[in-house]
């Protein structure tokens, strides 16, 4: 079965820095379009993050500030988190699509405070 299972999140102050993980099972990453989505309490879900291949997009609330990537040896994607700021705080989740169905991780809490 297909799992994507997540870690790295936690608590940072404003500045800091944090790398989430996601490691794939049952799926190849290499090949897929993956992303990082977040989610704050009361509010959508939002896209942070996107490769296809060597392709990223980022929206411009973290557009220079966050970095995804990918390591095929480990099927593995992971996101770098740089100068957090207290409205990145939400539950991460990290997405692959399937051919016939999308795969989600099962979120980690990043939360970002003085």
């Known amino acids: 079965q297909v799992q994507l299972v997540e870690s790295g999140g936690g608590l940072v102050h404003p500045g800091g820095s944090l790398t989430l993980s996601c490691v794939g099972s049952?799926?190849?990453?290499?090949?897929?379009?993956l992303g990082w989505y977040r989610q704050a309490p009361g509010e959508q879900r939002e896209v942070v993050a996107t490769?296809?291949?060597?392709?990223?997009t980022y929206p411009d609330s973290v557009k220079g500030r966050f970095a995804i990537f990918r390591d095929n040896a480990k099927n593995t994607v992971h996101l770098q988190m740089n100068s957090l700021k207290p409205e990145d705080t939400a539950v991460y989740y990290c997405y692959a699509a399937g051919f016939s169905r999308d795969y989600w991780g099962q979120g980690t809490q990043v939360s970002v405070s003085p």
């Open positions: 490769i296809t291949g060597n392709n990223t």
């Open positions: 049952g799926i190849a990453l290499s090949l897929r379009k």
